[in-house]
């Protein structure tokens, strides 16, 4: 068990939404110190939390190589991550959160081959979708193998939906809203087993604010075409401006369900149901995040490198406590 006096010095890289999460999560935290954030931006103009937080530029990140323990990552999984995940697995023991689940694959084999090779130990995709619910799908699987399970997402603001929409080339702000259809969950909880497509769970919602000039239409279109985002589902694209999506569209709840609906014989139906109701999207992410750094950390001290998702990580590992407070207090 890590003590105080020699806590897990964490970095982070990035400095959004997540970011500023993951420096309030370590505030939570007495196991843990944030050693530094290393930013793209201007250090001088960044504004942390914690006026004594240091802000490092990211370019002189290689030269602290043996001053941190764990990296955390917070930037896009769109175009930060991808590219980030690897270089810095070569060298540093790094947690993120990518969550294009359809290339989950290839981001794992490009920051396995990186972290392999420089003997660190990467953890990727952790959050809470990647990440908790993954967890509960697999339980639910092993448990009630003779079943079809479920997810459901929102009503809340997708972090990663609303950074591709941000991309989008004429956009100059936007979020966007993950709506689960309510009828179908209830089919589910009932025991049923329905065979639901994706637009039948879910539908998205989308607030946008063109740049000076911008095509609206091809905004639009290409919003509802982008592939792993938003082309399997209804989405809907509602144009605003700058001071609505100021006035209403700040806060950051989101959540969701996962659901297994099973039979262990065939007159017992068998459902369990997970869930998550958040106020705030990206601080709970972050506080996944800092809890993965932790077992990051105590498996390098292992020997176990490579890269590694939430599906490899004993539970206790998670948990400040040593194993003998877990077996008193929560077995």
Known sequence: MQSKENPIRIGVVGYGNLGRGVEAAIGKNSDMVLTGIFTRRDPSQLKPLHAATPVHALDSLAARKGELDVLILCGGSKDDLPNQSPELAAHFNIVDSFDTHARIPEHFAAVDKAATAGQTTALISAGWDPGMFSINRVMGEALLPDGATYTFWGKGLSQGHSDAVRRVPGVAGGVQYTIPAMEAIEKVRSGER??????????????????????????????VEMPHYFEEYNTTVNFITAEALQRDHQAMPHGGFVIRSGNTSDAARQVIEYRLQLDSNPEFTSSVLVAYARAVHRMHQLGQTGCKTVFDVAPGLLSPKSAEQLRAELL
Do not use: Y
């Open 194 to 223: 329905p065979q639901l497509s994706t637009r039948e769970k879910h539908t998205r919602e989308c607030f946008v604010v063109l740049e000076q000039g911008a095509d609206a239409e091809a905004v639009r279109k290409t919003i």
